[in-house]
């Protein structure tokens, strides 16, 4: 089924570690989007990629990183959490960045809890 | 003042009613309006985008838009229980260093009783 998968549904975590969000997509589509959203806040942009080796910061990307080597894969990396990353981390990705009325498709979600 | 304001609600209307579900934006660069619904626990999915002033309507749902007042509404028509969600409101500009980029608002959550 063609679609964008996240892993792990759910997490807690220990302040002061790394977590690593995986976020997969089998659509080949050009662009990816890390968003968190807060309640109150919506969703709010992290990171994002235009393109495989390409990523860029978005609205909140502090204590965030992203690579992109290939198409499919996104991942979003926290190397230190801290309590205020708590929150539902959604992965989306559309066929091109640059078009801005290119629909996004969003995966299922990860909840973080950071205590 | 945010960039894309949306009354939180809840927005409560009986069955079978039209719903009225309202956004405003600060950038006048703002160029695409996209509505996402989103059911409590799952992710956003999109159910209607406007690009040009005035209507457009796509079975039960009319998205308007009004780029003079920076205005963005939904109207759901025939309202039904299933309807009941938060109802996200993004734009985005065709330009500039935010090119492409979402910005959301902070939804609507709509309740529908029968």
């Known amino acids: 089924i063609a679609g964008i998968t996240q892993a792990p549904t759910s997490q807690i975590l220990a302040a002061g570690r790394r977590m690593t969000l995986r976020c997969t997509q089998d659509m080949r589509h050009n662009a990816m989007y890390w968003y968190r959203q807060d309640l109150g806040l919506g969703l709010r942009l992290i990171h994002y990629?235009?393109?495989?080796?390409?990523?860029g910061k978005g609205e909140v990307p502090d204590g965030y990183s992203v690579s992109r080597a290939n198409t499919d894969d996104f991942p979003l990396t926290l190397a230190s959490a801290v309590p205020s990353q708590t929150s539902v981390y959604f992965c989306?990705?559309?066929?091109?960045?640059?078009?801005?009325?290119?629909?996004?498709?969003f995966g299922p979600g990860t909840r973080l809890t950071v205590l | 003042q945010k960039e894309v304001e949306q009354n939180s609600g809840p927005l409560s209307v009986p069955e079978g009613a039209i719903a009225s579900l309202n956004c405003t934006y600060s950038?006048?660069?703002?160029?695409?309006f996209f509505w996402y619904r989103q059911y409590s626990g799952k992710s956003p999915e999109l159910i209607m985008f406007i690009y040009s002033n005035g209507d457009k309507e796509d079975g039960r749902f009319t998205a308007q838009l009004n780029k003079a007042s920076q205005y963005v509404s939904l109207l759901i028509r025939d309202s039904q229980p299933s309807d009941s969600a938060t109802y996200l409101c993004a734009v985005t500009r065709d330009g500039g260093t935010s090119y492409g980029k979402l910005t959301f608002g902070q939804g609507t959550i709509l309740t529908v009783h029968p």
């Open positions: 990629s235009n393109t495989a080796g390409t990523t």
């Open positions: 989306a990705s559309s066929e091109n960045l640059d078009s801005g009325r290119d629909t996004q498709y």
């Open positions: 950038d006048r660069g703002s160029q695409s």
